[in-house]
C-alpha cells in the first residue's frame, strides 16, 4: 500500500493555528499520508533551558547523548503528540511513531562519531508504515531512529527519513511544505525545475539554509526511484499545481 510523504518542520510546529491547517488540508486531501516531521527549534530551546551547548559542524547539530536526550523529548514527545493531535481533532485518524518504534528506520553513526549520536539513515522497515495505513490511520513519524552501534538512538535528519520513507514506500511522490511558495529565484517561485536545475541553484548559492537541504534531499529521492517531488506551502497538499514541481533530470535549464 502507498501513500503520499509530506514533511513538516521548522516554527510554525509550535503554532497550533498551522497544525489545525495542516490537519485540514490533510483531511480535504483525503488521500492516504505518511507525515515526517522535525523540530529544530524547539531542540534549541529546550537544550538551552537545561544549559546543553548546541555545536554546529556543517550545519549538522553535534548531539551528545545529552542533547540526543532532549531531542527525543521534543520530537518523539512533544512534537509527534501535538501533530497527532491536531490530525485527531480534525478528523484525520493518526498514529504517532518513532524511528525506534518497530525498527521503523534504522541508522549508522555519521561521521564515525564525529557529530556525536547523529545517523545515516540505512534502512526503513516499510511493513510498520504499511500496517498503519492498512488500517486507515496516518502515520507520523518522529525522525529519532534505531542505531545499529548498540549505544542506543541516534538522531537523523527529517528530510534524510522522509526521502528514506518515500522510497521505501515506492510513494508516488514526495512534499516538502516549507514557509514559502516554492523554490525562489529573484523573488518568484518556479513551477517546476530539474535534478539538474536543483544542483545549480545550491552550487550558485541561489538556493541555501533549509532550501539547499531539500533540494538535496529531492535529488537523492529522484535517483532512488520517487517520481516526483513537491516544494512549497500546504496548498501543495490540495493543489497539484502548487509549489515547485522538482523532476528528473541532469540537464538544468533554469
Known amino acids: ?14 503554532d497550533a493555528g498551522w ?5 485540514e488540508h490533510v483531511l480535504e486531501a483525503d488521500d492516504r499520508f505518511v507525515v515526517v516531521h522535525g523540530g529544530g527549534p524547539e531542540i534549541n530551546a529546550l537544550s538551552e533551558r537545561l544549559g546543553l551547548e548546541t555545536t554546529w559542524v556543517n550545519g549538522r547539530r553535534v548531539t551528545s547523548p545529552e542533547v540526543l536526550d532532549a531531542a527525543q523529548m521534543v520530537l518523539s514527545g512533544r512534537i509527534n ?3 497527532v493531535a491536531a490530525l485527531l481533532d480534525a478528523g484525520v485518524n493518526a498514529v504517532g511513531l518513532s524511528g525506534v518504534d518497530g525498527a521503523l528506520v534504522t541508522a549508522r553513526l555519521r561521521d564515525g562519531g564525529a557529530l556525536g549520536r547523529v545517523g545515516v539513515l540505512t534502512s526503513v522497515n516499510a511493513v510498520v508504515l504499511q500496517a498503519v495505513l492498512a488500517i486507515g490511520a496516518t502515520p507520523v513519524v518522529s525522525p529519532i531512529s534505531r542505531g545499529t552501534d548498540g549505544g542506543g538512538a541516534l538522531n537523523v535528519n527529517a528530510d534524510e527519513v522522509a526521502t528514506g520513507i518515500a522510497r521505501a514506500l515506492g510513494a508516488p511522490e514526495l512534499l516538502y511544505v ?6 525562489l529565484d529573484d523573488g ?7 535534478a539538474g536545475d536543483a544542483a545549480a541553484l545550491v552550487a550558485r548559492g541561489i538556493a541555501t539554509g533549509g532550501m539547499a537541504v531539500k533540494l538535496d534531499a529531492a535529488r537523492h529521492a529522484l535517483a532512488g526511484g520517487v517520481p516526483l517531488v513537491r516544494i512549497g506551502s500546504l496548498a501543495i497538499l490540495t493543489d497539484p499545481e502548487a509549489g515547485t514541481a522538482v523532476r528528473p533530470g541532469a540537464e538544468a535549464l533554469v
Do not use: E, N, Y
Not at 500500500?1 to 513538516?8: E, F, L, P
Not at 497544525?19 to 490537519?23: D, E, Q, S, T
Open 188 to 194: 518568484h517561485a518556479l513551477s517546476s525545475i530539474t
Open 81 to 83: 503528540k501535538r501533530v
Open 178 to 183: 516549507t514557509d514559502v511558495p516554492g523554490v
Open 19 to 23: 497544525l489545525a491547517l495542516f490537519a
Open 1 to 14: 500500500m502507498s501513500a503520499r510523504v509530506v514533511k513538516i518542520g521548522g516554527s510554525v510546529l509550535s
